[in-house]
């Protein structure tokens, strides 16, 4: 059990446009989710943690109008890099936090976004 | 600030060889503190350790918390190649909102 689904694992898009990458719990239900970044050879990033219905809590340095986060069911939450530019190209992770098991958190498999 | 510091930060051991690696923490309101293994992709949950003296096994690897301390150290013995990785520790405070991960120790197995 403790299934974290992430959606799409690459994506390529063009400068200016926006793209949306979805974090699905598979078989629990998550009131909290985490999205990271990762950049080359260093550790993850917390970028924001969303909780489900209410808005998500963004890092001090991450711009919550270029990464929208919505959490609008216990199972699924999603970030939305708005008009995306190459600097913005890494690795983002999601992870959910699973109540009935503690603290423990089960990671995505990951998005690695590329801006060209 | 809360912050988790993890030693070394970069390991380079031939296989066979038992490896520990380290994570210091200074965290209000400790919960729980987590190891991952990052390979190619996402990190893959180790251990949750919660209690204090309380050795956790997974094969080969193993972990235990020191609460009073303030560390907690995650041992690989019989090292392979397969281990080459990043471990990550992160902490989770109690109001279970929030990690902090340290930067990682990047293990390198060699043959």
């Known amino acids: 059990g403790a299934v974290v689904s992430q959606h799409p694992s690459r994506v390529i898009c063009k400068s200016g446009t926006s793209v949306k990458i979805e974090c699905r719990s598979l078989?629990?239900?998550?009131?909290?989710m985490f999205w990271y970044r990762q950049f080359p050879k260093q550790s993850l990033m917390l970028m924001a943690t969303?909780?489900?219905?209410?808005?998500?809590?963004?890092e001090q340095g991450v711009e919550k109008d270029k990464f929208l986060i919505n959490h609008a069911s216990l199972t699924l939450s999603t970030l939305t890099v708005t008009s995306a530019h190459p600097e913005d190209s890494s690795f983002y992770i999601c992870?959910?936090?699973?109540?009935?098991?503690?603290?423990?958190?089960?990671f995505g498999q990951g998005t690695r976004l590329t801006v060209v | 600030e809360d912050k988790v510091v993890q030693s070394p930060l970069s390991l380079v051991v031939h296989e066979g060889d038992t490896v520990t690696l380290n994570c210091s923490y200074e965290?209000?309101?400790?919960?729980?503190l987590l190891w991952y293994k990052q390979e190619k992709k996402a990190p893959t949950f180790l251990f949750m350790l919660?209690?204090?003296?309380i050795e956790k096994k997974s094969g080969r690897l193993s972990s235990i918390l020191d609460k009073k301390e303030l560390f907690s150290i995650l041992n690989i013995t019989a090292t392979q190649t397969g281990d080459s990785a990043i471990y990550l520790c992160?902490?989770?405070?109690?109001?279970?909102?929030?990690?902090?991960f340290g930067p990682g120790t990047r293990l390198s197995v060699l043959p």
């Open positions: 992160a902490v989770m405070d109690n109001y279970g909102q929030n990690f902090v």
């Open positions: 969303s909780n489900e219905g209410s808005k998500a809590t963004y």
């Open positions: 965290v209000t309101n400790f919960r729980s």
């Open positions: 919660t209690s204090s003296g």
């Open positions: 078989d629990f239900q998550a009131t909290t």
């Open positions: 992870s959910a936090r699973v109540h009935s098991r503690g603290s423990e958190a089960f």
